[in-house]
């Protein structure tokens, strides 16, 4: 018996990817930019275990038995596993056998947070140190084919996704624009809004869109190519401004899209909608760029802001979105934050200002998470096993 245990980030879109032109392949119709964030805070971890004597391909999901369907997204993954372990001449595990394998995440699935990039980019990475394949970007089309937005997050930092052009889908891979060390001071704030409407999901959304949406060729033709340059040429410069505007600007017309696809997907609420003018007002005050939002399929906002600006936007955001659980201390997640005197002193304009946006919504937060840029996958040592005996933990 053989076992692996890896842990794998989450990536958040700056531009976002969104339609495909192969289902199966998951071949998009756009090239996508994500960030990596840090492990530390939110990853997937997945446990991978090979037996002689397993008599079939089993996986467990946050505790429970999921099926293992052929054709499904997880079989296309592991076959496309077993094909690299063969051309890569690996002896180190037969293919022949039959693995188990254990995934968790270490944030609530309910936070919609992209779980499943995760999850498949743990899963690859996990499958690739058993089979000793290293990461490559033919390993990425692997992952891509688990979820698309996936394949970003088997590299930290800045990570591209190219469109690619190939009806194989193998010049369709991620690529790094820059480590987590290039831009070390970038933060997150995620706010997880209180929301119970149930939404489509991002799979069946694009396809609608695609289908319906007469915005999404102009998006995918002209507008995105525009913006990969411009942002790729902003994250090596470290240019915040320049950063700020186009991942706002990207997060909007995204849901713009999602609004003209028929019938229209409603991802955000009005929550999601006084956060992106509070962080507008915000930016208005400051007198430049120091947050800028982006929205996925679903009313959770990202905030990008620099470590040196996190305690002030944090306490703006506290000012105008106050809660109950401010000082529970499970409302707060993740990184800690240096506390900011809040009290207006003569002369400092910005508190000042700030002081007078209204209050916008109470408790609309069910909690906040702060973290950071962070790395790619990596493999964790034996005693961090989800399994004993190739079955998981408690069961
Ligand atoms: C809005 O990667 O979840 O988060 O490829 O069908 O599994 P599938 O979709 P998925 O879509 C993510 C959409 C997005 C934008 C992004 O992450 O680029």
Redesign the pocket.
Same mark, same amino acid.
């Given at each position: 018996m053989i076992s692996v245990t890896c842990v794998a980030p989450v990536?958040? @879109?700056l531009?976002?990817? +969104?339609g495909?032109r192969h289902e199966d392949l998951?071949l998009p119709i756009n090239d996508?930019i %994500?960030m990596t964030l840090s492990t530390d805070e939110l990853c997937a971890k997945t446990t991978v275990t090979a037996s002689e004597t397993f008599e079939q391909n089993r996986m467990w999901l946050n505790g429970d038995e999921v099926p293992f369907e052929e054709g499904s997204?997880l079989t296309r993954c592991l076959k496309e596993v077993h094909r690299l372990a063969l051309a890569n001449g690996s002896q180190k595990v037969s293919p022949s056998w039959k693995i188990h394998i254990a995934s968790v995440n270490n944030f609530p699935t309910a936070a919609g947070l @992209?779980s %499943? =990039?995760a999850g498949y980019a743990c899963l690859v990475y996990s499958l690739a140190r058993l089979y000793d394949i290293p990461l490559s970007e033919e390993l990425t089309t692997v992952a $891509?084919q688990? %979820?698309? %937005? =996936?394949c $970003?997050s088997l590299y930290g930092g800045f990570v591209q +996704?190219h469109r690619g052009a190939l009806d194989n889908g193998s010049d369709s891979v991620a690529k790094q624009i820059a480590s987590s060390k290039h831009w070390p001071n970038m933060h997150v704030l995620i706010l997880v809004v209180n929301d119970e409407r149930k939404k489509t =999901?991002?799979?069946k959304g694009?396809q609608q869109a695609v289908k319906t949406s007469q915005l999404i060729r102009h998006r995918a033709d002209k507008v995105v190519p525009e913006r990969i340059a411009q942002l790729t040429d902003a994250i090596e410069k470290r240019d915040f401004q320049t950063f700020a505007e186009i991942t706002m600007k990207d997060s909007n017309q995204?849901h713009a899209i999602a609004l003209d696809t028929y019938p229209p997907c409603v991802y955000m609420n009005d929550v999601s909608h006084k956060i992106a003018s509070f962080v507008h007002s915000y930016n208005e005050i400051m007198g430049s760029l120091h947050a800028a939002y982006t929205f996925? @399929?679903g009313p959770n906002a990202c905030l990008y802001v620099l470590e040196e600006n996190v305690p002030e936007l944090l306490d703006a955001v506290q000012k105008v979105f106050p809660s109950d659980s401010m000082d529970s201390g499970t409302y707060l997640r993740g990184l800690s934050v240096p506390k900011v005197d809040s009290t207006p002193k003569i002369g400092d304009v910005h508190k000042t200002k700030i002081d007078i946006l209204d209050i916008n919504a109470r408790n609309a937060f069910r909690y906040i998470i702060h973290t950071k840029v962070g790395e790619g996958p990596k493999e964790l040592s034996d005693n961090n096993s989800l399994m004993i005996n190739g079955l998981p933990l408690g069961d």
């Open positions: 990536n958040i @879109a531009i976002k990817y +969104w495909k998951i996508s %994500s997204r @992209a %499943s =990039a $891509r688990g %979820s698309g %937005s =996936a $970003r +996704w =999901a991002s799979t694009m995204f996925d @399929a």
